[in-house]
């Protein structure tokens, strides 16, 4: 049974972390002389509801459920979301709620598709605030009061459960508390290190801090409209991100392994990350000869340039661009129509299938092959030495099957919703049904992978201003059910989540 | 030198059994009083009934002034256990039997030796090492690795080639009929140390022949071997890829450890838990499959006409000796069956069944190398040969570094095969001279080893 007076509790207590980010976005907005009064106001209702929440949580034991922990997880990406609005729509920045929701969402759950067609004009703290939003929630709104907070008080190990990406979950610490503390030390570390490299390379102090909170968080959000190369045209500035953007892709634990304990040898070692380097050295590989043969007339490092920051920008889920992609031979469409799913590790910031289910199935499908040739064989799945055991497997083939369905369904209703670059504010089912379905899929894709710019007119030269409030609201849900890996949303509208027991 | 045994098993028996034809004061401990009675009336040696792990019951043996403390109960613990008793009781070396590949690693040795235990044995290990080291020469029935390049290795004699029954290859046996002065003049650099003949072990003399269905043993460096493959006319023996173990219990666990990478070892299990079990402790090239190794069918389907070499490492030695013996029949001419039971062991030499592996054989004659003094590192058992395989060092001033090796009388049941010297092997003549410091294999009748070891220290 959900207990509601702990889940009131918990959020009432993480409300006041927003209003710890607010309270730091207020602070850039006076630096820049901005008006402050929207951050006010939202910190204020945040605040008020914060206690509110509290308030009615008084008391309420220190026994959550595994019910409550999910139901917290969603509810908590969703009121982020809900109040992390308000700035947008006090600055008067977008034309309707939804689209201000949908900002606010794809930057929690670090997509990085923007609603705003010309982001420059934006007041700096608005700019700031979408920055913020994805470097907290890439690392996970959750993990992050974790790692700030001395102690949460209850249930911190289901709530990271629910929260952690990836199939398999290693442990660095016997208590979360502190483990959370290690990576999010490793988390800050790479966010420094990135702002540090990319002033180095000339940007100027705002976007660095900014552009650096997005890469790390797998984000995309920009501080600019324009593409990479065309803004600051450095090629320094194309490779720092690139790195930046690759590390942040790689698992947290075993960064934390590599970086804090200096165990180099077990970095390559690992499965996941071999697969990660393998579907990354295979794409650029692909897309640099292409772009060779066709776009830059031999210019190897150009075209190379061009291959390893989209494939990186891509498979992490961050959506920057440096050029153009949409532009490029139609061949490597599918290439990164495959990279938008496949995403790269677990316990990262990236969205996306996750490249340790690709090395699982490989595996898996590995064992198939040999199971229909010697009909008695007993193959484990291995990984790295480690037995994968069936219930994982089993529960990675159910990911698999939530993952496609959600891609179709999410597709399908998006195509009724109306996505079309010609649509008008006017609903017209007619037009609805003529319009073009491909849109609609690599829409619902991007979403759900959380990559930001998707293919086609959604590619990085446009922005998703022009699709209908519904279709905003359903990408919204797409980004939430991608973060949270499916399960944790989904669970809630079974029947057995709400029967009494 | 006094020697306390733990454990009356078939491991505690058969070292007793040897050591105590050695004048060693010998005390065997058990808990089971049946297994000690018998011992008790056939061997010169004491024996107590009480728990391997009193410490009264070891005081009581003189655990105080025991020179080697053995543990080879069945259960690791409890050895490792009494072995931590007896060091602080007093015993100056103590050797504990274990179940764990983990604790041989050289990096834990330091661990072990701090907690008083000095040596470490791991029958299955030992046996696997030493069926993998073979398995890679198909025409060879054992062979054993000094270091230096120098190779012992053992070659049934056959007239006929039994791969080669209509004599369509020119591969031909040029030893059969010869005597070792004959072959001995076509300046081959290898001796012949040993010729099992039936039931009965020669050390030759030159005069000896070679006949069909000896097993000879030869002495010779690593670029002899195919020399030595070609003379016994065993050149269109295949090159061992494909391997094939029935059973996987320990020692299959640890063969396919020891067997290089680049084979195709293939594991056949019964037990479908052990099976997903194999899975996780196997190589990543190794196959486990779960059935029975008797079902003809499945081991078709798996390519038993394939495999050049096969294994039968089940619990059960009457089925691994069948299992073998068919293997033969159907043609793969390198077949290992491990057989437990030591009173077998003879008679299944007279079958046509291959190598036969006994890891309790090994393990006790690793445990009795320790116990020929220091300068002895490594004394080989061999379990087909009633014969023992030593390595001396000669000592500075000892008899046989003043005169060449055939004057300083060395028993006629001895036979020296080759020498280390600076790290090389090279093979001995009667008149090589030895040099302090060189490291002599011998190969010697039964329990003479204790007799020769005068002429090198």
């Not at chain 1, 308000?86 to 606010?104: G, H």
């Not at chain 2, 491991?11 to 089971?32: C, P, R, W, Y």
């Not at chain 2, 080697?68 to 931590?84: D, K």
């Not at chain 2, 007896?86 to 030796?113: H, M, P, W």
Request: a neutral charge; one cysteine or more.
């Amino acid at each position: 049974m959900v207990n509601w007076r702990q889940i009131f509790k918990v959020l009432g207590m993480l409300l006041f972390i927003e209003a710890g980010l607010l309270l730091i976005t207020m602070g850039v907005a006076l630096i820049y002389k901005e008006d402050v009064m929207p951050y006010v106001w939202t910190l204020i209702i945040t605040l008020v509801l914060g206690i509110i929440g509290r308030g009615i949580g008084w008391n309420s034991g220190k026994n959550m459920g595994r019910r409550d922990g999910y139901l917290i997880v969603s509810l908590v990406w969703l009121v982020f979301s809900l109040i992390g609005m308000i700035p947008f729509i006090l600055t008067d920045c977008v034309p309707d709620v939804a689209s201000a929701f949908f900002e606010t969402m794809s930057g929690f759950t670090s997509t990085g598709a923007t609603i705003f067609d010309n982001i420059d004009i934006l007041p700096k703290g608005i700019l700031f605030w979408r920055s913020v939003t994805q470097w907290i929630g890439g690392i996970g709104i959750i993990f992050f009061t974790l790692a700030i907070l001395p102690a949460f008080g209850v249930g911190e190990v289901k709530l990271f459960a629910a929260e952690t990406t990836g199939p398999l979950h290693e442990k660095i610490h016997p208590r979360i508390s502190v483990a959370v503390k290690w990576i999010g030390s490793v988390y800050l570390l790479l966010t420094i290190l990135c702002i540090a490299s990319l002033l180095i390379c000339g940007m100027s102090a705002f976007d660095a801090v900014n552009i650096a909170m997005t890469t790390t968080g797998t984000g995309g959000f920009s501080p600019h409209s324009a593409f990479f190369h065309d803004q600051w045209n450095s090629k320094s500035i194309e490779y720092v991100t690139t790195v930046f953007m690759f590390l942040s892709g790689v698992n947290y634990t075993l960064l934390y392994y590599t970086v804090l304990k200096g165990r180099i040898r077990k970095f390559f070692q690992n499965p996941e990350l071999r697969m990660y380097l393998a579907i990354v050295a295979l794409t650029t590989a692909v897309c640099t000869v292409s772009l060779m043969i066709q776009d830059n007339q031999g210019d190897l490092e150009l075209s190379f340039r061009q291959a390893i920051f989209t494939t990186v920008s891509i498979q992490t889920t961050t959506g920057f661009a440096s050029y153009d992609y949409t532009l490029w031979p139609q061949v490597l469409m599918p290439v990164l129509m495959f990279l938008m799913f496949a995403g790269a590790c677990s316990g990262s910031t990236s969205g996306g299938f996750k490249c340790i289910r690709w090395a699982i199935l490989w595996e898996g499908l590995h064992n198939e092959f040999k199971r229909i040739l010697h009909p008695r064989v007993v193959a484990p799945v291995k990984l790295g030495g480690e037995v994968i055991p069936t219930s994982i497997q089993k529960t990675l083939l159910a990911f698999v099957s939530l993952f496609v369905g959600s891609l179709f369904l999410g597709a399908f209703i998006l195509v009724l919703c109306g996505v079309d670059e010609d649509y008008l504010t006017i609903y017209d089912f007619s037009l609805i049904l003529r319009q073009d379905f491909t849109e609609a899929f690599s829409l619902s894709l991007s979403s759900l992978s959380n990559v930001g710019p998707a293919l086609g007119y959604y590619g990085p030269a446009h922005s998703w201003a022009v699709i209908s409030p519904m279709a905003k609201v359903v990408c919204s849900i797409l980004m939430l059910i991608g973060r949270l890996e499916i399960f944790p949303i989904l669970i809630i509208f079974t029947k057995g989540f709400w029967r009494k027991e | 030198m006094k020697i306390v045994i733990a454990g009356a098993g078939a491991v505690g028996t058969h070292l007793a059994q040897m050591l105590s034809k050695e004048n060693f004061d010998i005390v065997l401990i058990d808990e089971q009083e049946e297994r000690l009675a018998k011992l008790n009336n056939d061997l010169d040696i004491m024996t107590l009934v009480c728990s391997p792990t009193s410490i009264k019951g070891m005081k009581q043996a003189g655990i105080e002034n025991a020179n080697l403390f053995i543990a080879v109960t069945p259960n690791e613990s409890e050895n490792l256990l009494c072995c931590m008793l007896a060091k602080q009781l007093g015993a100056k070396r103590t050797v504990a039997r274990i179940d764990n590949y983990e604790y041989l690693s050289e990096e834990n040795k330091k661990l072990f030796e701090n907690a008083g235990i000095s040596s470490l044995i791991y029958p299955e290990y030992l046996a696997g090492k030493e069926l993998a080291a073979s398995i890679g020469y198909s025409w060879v029935r054992q062979l054993w690795e000094f270091d230096g390049d120098l190779i012992l290795l053992s070659v049934k004699m056959h007239a006929i080639n039994p791969l080669d029954k209509q004599q369509k290859t020119n591969a031909k046996n040029l030893l059969i009929g010869r005597t070792l002065r004959e072959i001995g003049m076509d300046g081959h650099q290898f001796h012949v140390v040993a010729i099992k003949r039936k039931d009965e072990t020669i050390i030759p003399s030159g005069e000896e022949k070679i006949l069909s269905r000896d097993l000879v043993f030869f002495m010779t460096t690593r670029d002899q071997i195919n020399n030595i493959r070609h003379l016994t006319g065993k050149d269109n023996y295949p090159q061992v890829k494909h391997v094939m173990i029935i059973g996987g219990g320990k020692l299959a666990v640890r063969t396919d450890g020891e067997i290089p990478d680049n084979y195709s070892v293939k594991i056949i299990e019964k037990d479908i838990a052990r099976c997903e079990e194999l899975g996780r402790i196997t190589k990543h090239r190794t196959m486990i499959l779960n059935g029975d190794g008797y079902d003809l069918d499945l081991l078709q389907d798996e390519g038993y006409n394939h495999i050049e070499a096969f294994a039968a490492l089940t619990n059960n030695d009457e089925k691994n000796i069948l299992a073998c013996m068919a293997a033969r029949r159907n043609g793969i001419c390198n077949t290992y069956a491990q057989v437990e039971n030591l009173a077998f062991i003879d008679m299944v030499e007279s079958l046509d069944v291959g190598t036969v592996i006994n890891k309790k054989m090994l393990a006790a004659s690793h445990i009795y190398q320790m116990l020929l003094k220091a300068d002895v590192n490594n004394v080989k058992m061999l379990t087909v040969a009633d014969a023992d395989v030593a390595e001396f060092i000669v000592k500075e001033g000892s008899k046989a570094t003043k005169k060449p090796i055939m004057n300083i009388g060395i028993p006629n049941d001895v036979n020296i095969g080759g020498m280390i010297r600076n790290g090389r092997g090279e093979l001995v003549s009667g008149k090589t001279q030895l040099l302090a410091g060189d490291r002599v294999v011998v190969f010697c009748g039964s329990q003479t080893l204790k007799k020769i070891e005068r002429f090198f220290s």
